[in-house]
């Protein structure tokens, strides 16, 4: 391995470079993956693939945090209310 091979290797991001990663799941959470279950999943209330969705938020069906995966397939909407409670049990559930 040539010496810029390594030193890209060690000053990427500890999620690209497949080291222990220290950072919340909102700092390495994919926005590809959201634009693509929005086009996929249109907004529940509005019926757009693209744009807001009001009152609704993209939920990670298994969190970040508890080892899901960041992907179209772990996401779905839910309801502010709803994941606002889902958010409250999986923090009790699922400690980092």
Known sequence: MSWSRTFL???????V??????????????????RDFQRQHPC???GRPTGKCPGYV?????ALDCGGPDSVANMQWQ???AAKAKDKWERKGCRR
């Open 58 to 62: 993209k939920d990670h069906i298994r």
């Open 79 to 81: 309801t502010k209310a």
């Open 9 to 15: 290797f060690v000053a990427l991001p500890c999620y």
């Open 44 to 46: 529940p209330s509005t």
């Open 17 to 34: 470079a497949l080291a222990p990663c220290l950072t919340s799941a909102s700092e390495y959470r994919s926005y590809s993956f959201k």
